[in-house]
Every structure is written in C-alpha cells, then in structure tokens.
C-alpha cells in the first residue's frame, strides 16, 4: 500500500510539472508573439515616418511629379518607396547611397535617374524594366560594371557614367539603345571605344576624354550621327583614315594625346567647325599669323591656336616640307572581315 501512495505521489508530481512547464511554454510563445507584433507596429510606423520623410521631398514641377534629396544620409534606400511609384523622376545626390535598389523596376513611370555623387557600386538587372526612362545619370559614383539589362531601357537617350574610375566596360547589348544620342564614359579607366557605341544609331555627342584609349576603331565611322567627340588625356598616337568619313563631326578634342602628326585626311572634313590638338607632340612647329585681339577674345583665340587654321596650315606646311603624313589605313584582313 505504501509503494502505490508513492507511486501516485510520483505520478502526480510529475503531471504538475507538466502543467507548469506548459503554462510557462505558453507563456513565452505569448509574449515572443506580443513581441512580434510590436516589432511589425513598429516597423508600420517606422515605414510611415519614412513616407512622411519621403513625400516631403516630393514636388511637382511643371507637370512632373519629382523626389529630390540632396546632402541627407540615405545609404539604403527604404522598401517603403515602392508606394510612391508614380514618381516620374529621382535626384539624389550627395546622399551616400550604395546601391540601386532592386525594387527600382516598380518605378515603370520614371523618366529621369539621377544618382550622381553618390557611393554606387551596383546596379541591379532590374533597371532594365524601366522602359520609358529616358535619363540615367550615375557619375561619380563607384561602379565597375553595368548589366547589360540597361539595354531594355529602349527610351533612353541620355547616359551619363563620367567618373567612376574602375569602370572600363561595357556590354555589348547596350548597342540596342536605339535612341541614346547623349553618352557621358569620361574619366574612367576605358583603353579603347566600346563595340556598342558603334551600333548605336543615334549617338550625337560622346565624351570619352580623361581614359586610356591608345586608338580608335578603324569603322569608327559608323557612328554616322555624331556631331561631338571628346577625346581629350588619352594616350592616341594616330587615327584611322575612316575619321575622315564622319560627315556630321563637327567637334572633335583631341587635346593631350600623343600624336605626332596631322593626317591629310582630315583636311577634306568640311563640317568640322572646332577641332584641338593642344599638347601633342606634333613633329612640326607651326604658327598661325598674328593678329591683335580684344581682352575678351584671348581665351578664345588661345583655344584657335590649335584649331582648324592650325590644322589646315599644319597639313600644308608637312606638304611644303615634302612629307605626307597620313591617317592610319584599315589593314587588308580587317578591311575584307
């Protein structure tokens, strides 16, 4: 008898353990629930305080509905903004920011992306989705690379990627953009012109000044629009006799390359308007005729000094000399692939 009373006092102690040890197992899942739904309030009104920050910076200027921040610290942008995606354009500069969002491909009314002077060094594939954007600007940033998912971005035409010093590629899909006439690769680390500028059919201005191209494409006339070309501090010794073909060049910078002469092929470049060969090892001294100028027109006329006059008289004065410098011809196997 005594054995059974201990037996039941085991079992009952046993089963009040149980019961204790449950109350407090569900004690805890109640308060780690409370818990969480704190957290999820909080994260509400912290999203809505993020909003409220947000839609402070948003004006409407002249029809355009615009987010523009500059010098605050937004290293990362918040999942809170895919609420405001009838924004048509971003500016954010100066802001720190590390990275284009994922999310950005939700923004399909953007027209205008500006991210300059930030701390971007990634773009994600997601940019290709925004169809209608016609502005990316993103020098001064930190990027290496671009997906080549911008080639989706079908109405852009202007692309501006100035500064960002380890970039020195581009895909080639991005000669799909059929309507870029606008396209800032300055000061970057490119050694020579990107195959997909050749294929872009509306390209009118291009500054690629500030890299290390040492030449140019042999077919660089196929970029038949282009009217300006900055290719100023890059290490070019020559250029292709195509240069000559560029009928709409009108601007062509050539200034602190390492040409030694002046080809015969450029003379016949009757649209070029403004042209500088300033700080080339040119083989020949030449001076243009002096004439006395007003105060205001110095810097101008410093500029003409390596003009088209001083191209034009350096070509005359190689001929008088009886050599013939000549641009760099399309080797046979190049011409016939």
């Known amino acids: 008898m005594e054995l059974s009373a201990d037996v039941a006092v085991c079992l009952g102690s046993v089963a009040s353990i149980k019961v204790l040890w449950e109350g407090r197992i569900r004690k805890h899942k109640e308060e780690l629930q409370k818990e969480k739904s704190i957290r999820e309030l909080a994260h509400v009104w912290e999203d809505r305080i993020i909003l409220a920050r947000l839609k402070e910076k948003i004006l409407n200027e002249e029809g355009r509905v615009i987010l523009r921040i500059e010098k605050e610290e937004w290293k990362v942008l918040p999942a809170a903004m895919v609420q405001l995606t009838n924004l048509q354009e971003w500016h954010l500069h100066r802001t720190g920011l590390q990275r284009v969002p994922s999310f950005i491909g939700h923004f399909e009314n953007l027209l205008v992306l500006n991210l300059s002077r930030n701390c971007i060094a990634e773009v994600p594939p997601e940019i290709g989705h925004l169809t209608r954007l016609q502005e990316l600007l993103l020098s001064y940033n930190r990027l290496q690379d671009v997906p080549e998912e911008l080639a989706g971005c079908q109405s852009l035409e202007k692309l501006e990627l100035a500064v960002n010093q380890d970039l020195s590629r581009l895909p080639l899909q991005l000669g799909q953009l059929r309507n870029l006439q606008h396209l800032d690769l300055s000061i970057n680390q490119f050694t020579a012109i990107p195959e997909a500028l050749l294929n872009m059919p509306a390209l009118e201005w291009l500054d690629m000044g500030g890299n290390k191209i040492q030449e140019l494409p042999h077919d660089i006339h196929r970029m038949k629009n282009l009217h300006t070309l900055w290719l100023q501090r890059n290490e070019i010794r020559c ?5 000559s073909e560029m009928a709409n060049l009108g601007t ?9 002469d002046i080809p015969t092929c450029m003379e016949k470049m009757d649209n070029l308007r403004f042209v500088n060969f300033r700080d080339n090892p040119l083989k020949i001294q030449v001076s243009l005729p002096w ?4 105060e205001e027109e110095e810097e101008e006329d410093d500029r003409e000094m390596y003009g088209r006059d001083f191209m034009l008289a350096y070509i005359q004065e190689s001929r008088r000399r009886g050599g013939q410098p000549t641009c760099l011809r399309v080797p046979a196997d190049d011409a016939t692939g």
């Open 291 to 294: 004439e006395e100028k007003e």
């Open 239 to 243: 250029l292709p006799e195509s240069v």
């Open 252 to 260: 062509l910078v050539l200034s602190g390359n390492k040409l030694q």
